[in-house]
């Protein structure tokens, strides 16, 4: 699989985990409010917490499989752009 495929995986995969955990998270709240017993809403809420970081940490490995795709497989600009040409002719990346 190639870095794009996982970057475009990952990243929504990541979003929509992270909103599951945020809702999971307001549900336990709301367990605790009705005045259920503690062992109830604290085992919801750790349940919660566990999906929100899961999806922080699938968006997470989406954005280094970004990255990854960004260095190594994304195609780089011609050899005679602009850009190209006046690192070529300065000695410098053309970047200030």
Known sequence: MTHKTK???FAP???ATIGAGASMVHWAGSL???GLPASKWLAAGTAA???FNAGVSLFGRGVV???LYEVREKPQP???SPVA???TNTGHS???
Do not use: F, I, R, Y
Request: glycine content about 8%; overall charge negative.
């Open 85 to 87: 040409l006046e690192a």
């Open 65 to 67: 499989e970004n990255v």
């Open 32 to 34: 605790k409010d009705q």
């Open 7 to 9: 970057w475009l995986l």
């Open 49 to 51: 917490l566990v999906v």
């Open 13 to 15: 995969l990541g979003l």
């Open 94 to 96: 053309g970047l200030n």
């Open 78 to 80: 011609a050899s005679d």
